[in-house]
């Protein structure tokens, strides 16, 4: 089993800061990929960014220089950095990690939300 525990959300005014923070635990393989994904009221879940174990990096256009993820290998933990924030940007943010052939779980999800 995984377990996936996230931490950072909160309220922020539009072009204030956030950062996220997601803690993996479990049997982790070496090799997977652990993102972020997000789901506005009325809107279906989507994806905001994505990190291989290998560093390789995916985002959103509508996140592109303003979003940071990060990871660190040792501590199996991932980050989403936001910046610029803009009211857009609120939602429920998910922790997802592709654990290789265990398949993939998910995080309880934090809220976000951007407003003056």
Known sequence: ???LVESGGGLAQPGGSLRLSCAA???IFSSNVMGWYRQAPGKQRELVAQITSS???NYADSVKGRFTISRDNAKITVY???N???PD???VYYCHIRNGILGEYWGQGTQVTVSS
């Open 25 to 27: 635990s479990g049997r």
């Open 55 to 57: 560093y390789g990096t």
């Open 80 to 82: 989403l950095q936001m």
């Open 1 to 3: 089993q995984v377990h």
């Open 84 to 86: 610029s924030l803009k």
């Open 89 to 91: 940007d609120t939602a």
